[in-house]
């Protein structure tokens, strides 16, 4: 029965819908600010390929072009550092997309401040209200680019970030950054719409019951 | 020099920032739905753990909970797609996550539309603006998680969403559901704050000259 359903609107759904090829095309997502390398080697760089990859430990994904500065530098140490800037950060976020640590020092460019971490030498980024401290478990290549899966074993948020009373996160406060990558728009967030694992409660309530 | 700079701002940045732990808090990310078996079989799932991992070929990382039932359903299958929601669809997008395919059909509970794509047989989701044929190229367990790479073989859009002069995906009229994962909330995008490769422009200039 429910292949018949498909079928049937199939023809509408096509006119519904424009095919636009093998895309990487991605979005709502981070442009985060990776670091790599240590004291005055520390690199920043812009990244939005990036993933929770599992939460057992937690693991992230980030990937690269493999010609990338960067790439030199994790393999070197065999770890990075991932910063989620604010809304307001969106010039500095970008410019350290444009331009090559190969040729600049983005820290002194930029004036974002590389602190020490806790657990790994690589810096974290004062300005950036989270951070992630991040031991390389994986290295892959993907046609032109380097998959690195990093273990996060150490967190960051700057405390202006978190109520009070509850610790909770608050992100209003932390007012993060979101990119659509490939349409190339930076967006603030807007209005919160509910919370997860509540929201379709109802739904499920009405559903078992029927 | 820079060393030095970092380790002096330590004591003040240590009481601006507070640790959390090895934590996967991760945001803003996508609440993707993604779409797993054929006919009949198709199940619909709700996925935060998801990230562009190359784009030569256009190649997305997904990953879940191993006892999924959608592990099983791709496994068999080696394919999936992955649909992104609007923010009005907040409330099915939270259901999907909440309620397992071996229980209920979520295609019939939802009233979502699985149609067919074009280069592979997993249905994608009518209602959701953009949607990803993928082939699965790598599968990897990690911890308690089972990660599949897909090389994105065909993309979809509704054509609601597209300029009709230009062609360009528009942002506004697609609506992208963002997530906070752990922290567990879903927001809306409200204001674009600039582009891509252009906003840090000027900044980049100025240092040039400099």
Redesign the interface.
Known sequence: ???E???S??AI???????????????????ALLVSGR??H?NVMTI??????????????V?MISSHYSVELINATREFTVN?PS?KQ??????????SGKK??K????GL????G?KIAT?II?ECP??MECVVT?T?E????T?F?G??????????C?DAETG??Q?TQLD??????V??????????????????????NR?KMS
Not at 90 to 98: A, K, T
Not at 183 to 204: C, H, M, S, T, V
């Open positions: 029965m429910r292949v359903v498909g079928i609107t199939r759904a096509t006119r519904m819908k424009q095919q636009r090829g093998a895309s990487d095309v991605m979005f709502p997502i981070p442009a004291g005055e520390a939005a390929w990036i993933g929770m990859m599992s939460s057992t430990p937690p693991t992230i994904g990937s989620f809304a969106v010039e500095v976020v970008d410019y350290c997309g444009l331009v600049r020092n820290f002194n460019d930029t401040t590389p602190i020490a806790a810096p004062e989270y951070n994986e892959f993907l046609g032109d680019f998959m899966l273990e996060i074993v150490e967190t960051h948020i700057t405390t202006t978190i909770k996160i992100v993060p950054l979101v990119y659509c990558a349409i190339r728009e930076y967006w603030a967030l807007g209005a919160k719409l509910g919370n997860g694992f509540q929201a379709g409660r109802d739904l499920a559903l």
